[in-house]
């Protein structure tokens, strides 16, 4: 049940009321009982007429749904797919829409996988660049090469291990690619 309509309802008043109140139309409280999230000076306006706090206003249940964790610890674990070339992108992406689990967990495990592949790459071309102008020796790009892949290992391994403590990331990002 949408909160607006839970709190509309222990108050007795009827949508036409409540946008008489708030001055909101009723086509808009209308929208936000069908699942609509309120915003701004709408989300603020309601919970002042209802005498709540915004956050309690706001229809949680998206937060709080149910994700099928083991799901996502195995969307995690696909990006161990990194020795095909750029597979652990699309992989983890494929199995992610395939399984139609889109949610903001694993579109942070595909946006943590696209920000280390383009670090790794970079580094990598850096090194060469370097590499040349310093005369360095060939044994460096071995270990240029195995350092990314161990690090990813990490990454991906740190992430499942708190997708299943905490159903949460460990490594996470605060923007998405996707």
Do not use: C
């Not at 709080?64 to 992989?91: A, D, E, M, T, W």
């Not at 360095?136 to 790009?141: A, E, H, I, R, V």
């Not at 997708?163 to 996470?172: E, G, M, P, S, T």
Request: net charge positive; glycine share 2%.
């Amino acid at each position: 049940m949408p909160k607006l309509l839970e709190y509309r309802e222990k108050l007795n008043l009827t949508q036409d009321e409540l946008a008489e109140k708030s001055g909101i139309s009723v086509r808009t409280i209308q929208r936000i009982e069908a699942g609509a999230t309120p915003k701004g000076f709408t989300l603020k306006t309601l919970a002042k007429v209802l005498n709540i706090s915004d956050a309690q206003l706001l229809d949680n249940s998206t937060e709080q749904q149910l994700f099928n964790y083991q799901l996502i610890k195995l969307i995690n674990l696909s990006s161990l797919f990194f020795f095909i070339p750029l597979g652990n992108i699309f992989i983890p992406l494929i199995f992610m829409y395939l399984k139609k689990e889109v949610n903001h967990i694993t579109k942070q495990i595909i946006s943590v996988q696209i920000l280390w592949t383009i670090i790794s790459f970079v580094t990598f071309l850096l090194f060469i660049f370097i590499k040349n102008w310093l005369s360095l020796s060939n044994q460096l790009t071995l270990v240029v090469l195995i350092l990314p892949v161990l690090v990813n290992l990490y990454i991906i391994i740190r992430n499942t291990v708190e997708i299943d403590k905490q159903n949460k990331l460990y490594i996470k990002l605060n923007f998405s690619f996707i």
